[in-house]
């Protein structure tokens, strides 16, 4: 078989899944974290960052191609939170951080989106301003695990993958079930254009 055969014939979740299994304990992400220090994780620590939040979003309730957006800048929770994602058979939306919240609010509402995560509690502002003009917004994840705030609907990275390593230890098939069942013509991103003439529209 062919390269292009082989991907043509691919899923994104089976391809991550590939190279986790085959990459295991080599370094997939570094980023520093203060002047003098830096964060590595092996393949082995994303894919298993990765099945918790995924687990975690099916504990949610999300089911095949719902509308999930993220609003984040760069950054090494960016990845995992797309193929969580991607691997719970949903749609990832993407949202510039910098958007003006009534412009995050059109692209929510526009797209349908369930679920938002965002990287810091300036974009997490935004969001709680906006929140009763997004009536289809139910949950909204901080990208931080040490994120602390009262809104019963806004959890942290960490909350999301404890719900979701609670949701595995009940139902240890349900993450591989659920990715292996992403088929090639399932709609995997939402990308909103820039809007210079216009509302924004989104691209499949």
């Known amino acids: 078989m062919s390269n292009r055969q082989y991907l043509v014939r691919e899923t994104l979740p089976r391809m991550f899944d590939s190279?986790?299994?085959?990459?295991?304990?080599?370094?997939?992400?570094?980023w520093q974290t203060g002047p003098e220090t830096t964060t590595s994780l092996n393949y082995t620590q994303v894919g298993q960052a990765v099945r918790e939040?995924?687990?975690?979003?099916?504990?949610?309730?999300?089911?095949?191609?719902?509308?999930?957006a993220i609003m984040a800048r760069n950054c090494p929770q960016w990845l995992w939170s797309d193929f969580s994602i991607l691997n719970a058979g949903a749609v990832t939306v993407?949202?510039?951080?910098?958007?003006?919240q009534r412009e995050m609010a059109y692209i929510i509402n526009d797209s349908g989106s369930r679920i938002l995560y965002v990287d810091d509690t300036v974009?997490?502002?935004?969001?709680?301003?906006?929140?009763?003009?997004?009536?289809?917004?139910?949950?909204?994840?901080?990208?931080?695990?040490?994120y602390v705030g009262s809104h019963p609907?806004?959890?942290?990275?960490?909350?999301?993958?404890?719900l979701g390593a609670k949701f595995l230890f009940r139902h240890p098939e349900a993450y591989d079930e659920r990715w292996q069942s992403v088929g090639m013509h399932d709609r995997s991103t939402i990308v909103y254009s820039s809007g210079i003439s216009g509302r924004r529209l989104g691209v499949v």
């Open 19 to 30: 190279v986790v299994a085959r990459y295991g304990e080599c370094r997939c992400q570094w």
């Open 94 to 100: 993407t949202i510039f951080p910098r958007l003006s």
């Open 153 to 162: 609907d806004v959890l942290n990275l960490y909350q999301l993958r404890e």
């Open 53 to 68: 939040l995924t687990s975690g979003l099916m504990c949610l309730n999300v089911v095949m191609q719902d509308r999930i």
């Open 123 to 146: 974009n997490l502002g935004k969001v709680l301003n906006m929140w009763n003009e997004m009536p289809r917004l139910e949950k909204v994840i901080v990208m931080q695990d040490n």
